[in-house]
Nanobody, 122 residues
């Protein structure tokens, strides 16, 4: 069992930066592929960045080149460095365990946390 707690959100002006953190309980964090999801107001939750157990990262097109996902398996943490933020990056950000399927990454239904709010003003 893993519990995930997100932190680091806040209010920032367009062009600014924020760094989000995801802290995982338990000692099997290193076995999981992980992802950062974003839910913008009135929209469905979307995967913005993923990182495999081995550290291979991937990004959705709208954040590529601006966001960097990383993990520290020794500390059971994952981070999302967000630069050049845009108003459309506004939303609640969640971390979660993800599983590879033929149609792409699928989030676990069991590990959603409270998320952390990111608001980017124009």
């Amino acid at each position: 069992q893993v519990q995930l707690v997100e932190s680091g959100g806040g209010l920032v002006q367009a062009g600014g930066s924020l760094s989000l953190s995801c802290a995982a309980s338990g000692n099997i964090f290193s076995l999981y592929n992980m992802g950062w999801y974003r839910q913008a107001p009135g929209k469905q939750r979307e995967l913005v960045a993923a990182i495999t157990r081995g550290g291979t990262a991937s990004y959705t097109g709208s954040v590529k080149g601006r966001f960097t996902i990383s993990r520290d398996n020794a500390k059971n943490t994952m981070s999302l460095q967000m630069n050049s933020l845009e108003p459309q990056d506004t939303g609640v950000y969640y971390c979660n365990v993800i599983t590879a399927t033929p149609t792409g990454w699928t989030p676990s239904a069991n590990y959603w946390g409270q998320g952390t709010q990111v608001t980017v003003s124009s």
